[in-house]
């Protein structure tokens, strides 16, 4: 589904605003709602903010939603902006770590820092 509060909850998903997020989410936006470009709130949410990324997973986000383009999961996505705490809240809200992108990639493959990669290896 796609609409205004969709558009609304994926913009404040990309700002990091939390607040805004959650009145979103209250309000009845849809957290698997597409926006005008195809895509939810998880996959266009500022990496960077796990309250962001919580809040998501807490309302019902499917952690396992593929770009269509490249195949990614928001778990690449983290994995490549190297932000352990969203790739940590990914996993336990059953994020697939053995997900492939396009290029036949696992998070573990675009991990862009150490930390990211040590903690996908020990899954």
Request: net charge neutral; proline share 6%.
């Amino acid at each position: 589904m796609t609409g205004g509060l969709e558009d609304a909850l994926c913009s404040a998903a990309a700002k990091g605003d939390a607040a805004q997020v959650e009145k979103l989410l209250r309000a009845g936006a849809d957290v698997n709602g597409w926006n005008r470009f195809g895509r939810t709130p998880l996959q266009v949410m500022m990496m960077g903010n796990p309250r962001v990324a919580l809040l998501l997973l807490k309302y019902g986000a499917d952690p396992n939603v593929f770009d269509p383009t490249t195949g990614a999961t928001p778990l690449h996505d983290a994995a490549q902006t190297g932000f352990l705490d969203t790739v940590r809240l990914l996993v336990r809200f059953q994020g697939n770590p053995l997900a492939r992108n396009n290029t036949n990639q696992l998070p573990v493959d675009v991990a862009s820092k150490e930390d990211v990669v040590s903690f996908l290896r020990s899954l």
